[in-house]
T-cell receptor, first 111, second 116 residues
Framework: GDSVTQMEGPVTLSEEAFLTINCTYT??????LFWYVQYPGEGLQLLLK?????DKGSNKGFEATYRKETTSFHLEKGSVQVSDSAVYFC??????????FGTGTSLTVIP | EAQVTQNPRYLITVTGKKLTVTCSQN?????MSWYRQDPGLGLRQIYY???????DKGDVPEGYKVSRKEKRNFPLILESPSPNQTSLYFC???????????????FGPGTRLTVL
């Protein structure tokens, strides 16, 4: 069945470090792919999305490219800030309108 | 302000005492969904609804019920809660048109449930 696999955390980085959070997926067809972010004590909110192969989603300095050949959608940011500390979820819908989330990767950025 | 609201935000109850968590959205969205979030398991979908009177099971529906009598409301019902339903619950909504391809989900702030 459809699924999403994320790298396990937690991840701790110093401010201005480079961030990569890996995400791979298994899906029937070519669904849209999403990254959601959850700040402490809040619900999830959309960070970025890509709707087809080779699309690059970007927002707030984060980027992710939909790679069909490697079934991946890795999240990257060139220079993280303390305010990026949060939990990040990779996600995809299936053709049956269900939605699958990864297990989440907790990021802590220290000054 | 466009939003998804959930009530209560926090609830401590005892095994077997029926409870309802309410969810309401003001964006006229067709699609609504309930998730539970557990450490190490991420978010798992409990139930979802494509429109009024249309509901479907997600990955973990056992022990839960839902109803969709009005477009804006999607309550989650635990008729006989058990300790393994202690979790953080999120309601979400989305415009169902082209759902699978394009549209983001908007999440409520969460309900932290403890079943003793």
């Amino acid at each position: 069945g459809d699924s999403v696999t994320q790298m396990e955390g937690p991840v701790t980085l110093s401010e201005e470090a480079f961030l990569t959070i890996n995400c791979t997926y298994t899906a029937t067809g070519y669904p849209s792919l999403f990254w959601y972010v959850q700040y402490p004590g809040e619900g999830l909110q959309l960070l970025l999305k890509a709707t087809k192969a080779d699309d690059k989603g970007s927002n707030k300095g984060f980027e992710a490219t939909y790679r069909k050949e490697t079934t991946s959608f890795h999240l990257e940011k060139g220079s993280v800030q303390v305010s990026d500390s949060a939990v990040y979820f990779c996600a995809l819908p299936n053709t049956g309108n269900q939605f699958y989330f990864g297990t989440g990767t907790s990021l802590t950025v220290i000054p | 302000e466009a939003q998804v609201t959930q009530n209560p935000r926090y609830l401590i109850t005892v095994t077997g005492k029926k409870l309802t968590v309410t969810c309401s959205q003001n964006m006229n969205h067709e699609y609504m969904s309930w998730y539970r979030q557990d450490p190490g398991l991420g978010l798992r979908q409990i139930y979802y609804s494509m429109n009024v009177e249309v509901t479907d099971k997600g990955d973990v529906p056992e022990g839960y019920k839902v109803s969709r009598k009005e477009k804006r409301n999607f309550p989650l019902i635990l008729e006989s809660p058990s300790p393994n339903q202690t979790s953080l619950y999120f309601c979400a909504s989305s415009d169902a048109q082209y759902f699978s391809s394009y549209n983001e989900q908007f999440f409520g702030p969460g309900t932290r449930l403890t079943v003793l």
